[in-house]
């Protein structure tokens, strides 16, 4: 009986350790906030690179105008296409710094979402810019009233790098020289031993003359 007691309070407390990891990990997924990100680029002056827009609004997203802004004597934006409803102004009120995606979705996005693909044109010299968001509308999708959520957002800015590419390994090993192997003055710690091998093998041969010529001298005697 005492055995039958212990497991059934056993298998109570495991019930509760359950509920209790399962209730965490429910309310760690519902505290998720809306987030919208801007993605990193990198390409060779001269080049383009491209990067994302994204939003992910758990809620539903319903409304957007994002501003996206760079310094113009590092990248132009060339062109944007627009996914998910969103309307893309790569050159917005022609100042040359500003990227523009504004849209609405009426039944409301309610994941994670590309807003827009934005093709930066390096300039023809190294450099890095801040890719960096401005919210002027983030609203989530209800219906006949959306509620503004920008305060509620996690906004993560990007950047583009123009820079030559580094060149990369070929993986195929130099060719050693006569003393890398030890048999050179230009070797270090292997150099020694192989110019004692050097001498011991020298001195063979030295000895196998002396004694081939000894034989011989015993011969003629």
Do not use: H
């Not at 992910?56 to 132009?76: F, K, R, S």
């Not at 959306?146 to 130099?174: E, H, K, L, M, R």
């Not at 890398?180 to 011991?200: K, M, N, T």
């Amino acid at each position: 009986m005492k055995g039958l007691k212990s497991m059934k309070l056993g298998l109570l407390a495991t019930a509760a350790v359950v509920a209790l990891v399962g209730g965490l990990m429910v309310a760690q997924v519902s505290a998720q906030g809306p987030e919208v990100s801007v993605g990193d680029g990198e390409a060779a002056p001269g080049a383009d690179a491209v990067v994302d827009v994204t939003a992910n609004v758990p809620d539903g997203l319903g409304a957007w105008t994002l501003d996206i802004t760079y310094d113009p004597d590092v990248v132009t934006a060339t062109d944007c296409e627009p996914d998910n409803g969103s309307v893309c102004n790569p050159d917005y009120l022609d100042t040359g710094t500003t990227v523009r995606v504004t849209g609405a979705s009426a039944n409301g996005l309610d994941e994670e979402s590309v807003l827009a693909s934005i093709t930066f044109a390096c300039a023809d010299t190294e450099g890095e810019t801040d890719l960096t968001i401005e919210i002027s509308v983030f609203a989530d999708a209800t219906v006949g009233d959306p509620q503004d959520i920008s305060g509620d957002t996690t906004v993560s800015n990007g950047s583009v790098t123009c820079a030559v590419p580094q060149p990369t390994s070929t993986g195929v090993p130099p060719t050693p020289r006569i003393g890398d192997v030890g048999f050179g003055p230009s070797s270090d710690s292997d150099g020694g031993l192989g110019w004692v091998i050097a001498a011991l093998a020298g001195a063979g041969v030295a000895a196998l003359a002396g004694f081939g010529a000894l034989r011989m001298r015993t011969r003629s005697s």
